[in-house]
């Protein structure tokens, strides 16, 4: 018995200190986009790597444009940006100086906010602070945290599908909800290059 108890356990041990992991990707041919549900670099190679595995080679490139998302985001912020993009109701500024000075709203209305004066030169707000995050809502199809890289976080979709297709079919759900993100995703980046420039222009 003891030496079954041990060949169990020590069969078993191993597998018990494994976790489920899951990341999804999305393929926009037509674009030449991969869309990856990851907001941590390291994460996502992981799904490069998978996939360099499977096709031998992948040559990806991160989406950039000619103005960087900071800018953007600071126009959304002060009410300046595109109508497509309103102002959430999160955002994270720190002090350059010291990267453990941060200051955070959550859950507030931000338009309201007069202390955020702009210095475009400095590109700071006032009292000196730099914007990290912001909560940025896309139209009526999704809301989310953006950074000065243009990850976005904390992403919320409306509940699109459950009424029509049902908790009974989650394929058929999984399929809606793929097409919505898709088509979201080609207006999304369809907007930032029309705002933002292609990198080549």
Request: net charge negative.
């Given at each position: 018995r003891r030496q079954l108890r041990d060949e169990v356990y020590g069969e078993l041990l191993p597998r018990s200190l494994l976790r489920s992991d899951r990341l999804h990707a999305l393929v926009?041919?037509?674009?030449?986009?991969?869309?990856?549900?990851?907001?941590?670099?390291?994460?996502?190679?992981?799904?490069?790597?998978?996939?360099?595995?499977?096709?031998?080679?992948?040559?990806?490139?991160?989406?950039?444009?000619?103005?960087?998302?900071?800018?953007?985001?600071?126009?959304?912020?002060?009410?300046?940006?595109?109508?497509?993009?309103?102002?959430?109701?999160?955002?994270?500024?720190?002090?350059?100086?010291?990267?453990?000075?941060?200051?955070?709203?959550?859950?507030?209305?931000?338009?309201?906010?007069g202390m955020l004066v702009y210095d475009p030169e400095r590109q700071t707000y006032a009292p000196g602070l730099r914007l990290l995050r912001l909560g940025v809502e896309f139209e009526e199809l999704f809301s989310g945290v953006v950074d000065q890289e243009g990850v976005w976080r904390k992403l919320k979709w409306p509940d699109v599908g459950a009424?029509?297709?049902?908790?009974?079919?989650?394929?058929?759900?999984?399929?809606?909800?793929?097409?919505?993100?898709?088509?979201?995703?080609r207006r999304l980046v369809s907007l930032l290059e029309r705002v933002l420039g292609t990198a080549a222009s």
């Open positions: 926009l041919e037509r674009e030449r986009l991969l869309v990856i549900d990851a907001s941590v670099p390291a994460r996502a190679e992981q799904v490069l790597d998978r996939l360099r595995d499977a096709l031998g080679t992948l040559k990806v490139q991160p989406l950039t444009f000619r103005d960087p998302i900071g800018a953007l985001l600071a126009r959304i912020l002060l009410g300046d940006g595109p109508r497509e993009l309103r102002l959430g109701r999160e955002c994270r500024l720190n002090d350059p100086a010291s990267a453990r000075s941060i200051v955070q709203w959550t859950d507030m209305d931000l338009s309201n906010q009424a029509d297709v049902g908790d009974e079919d989650p394929l058929a759900r999984l399929d809606t909800e793929t097409t919505l993100l898709a088509g979201a995703v």
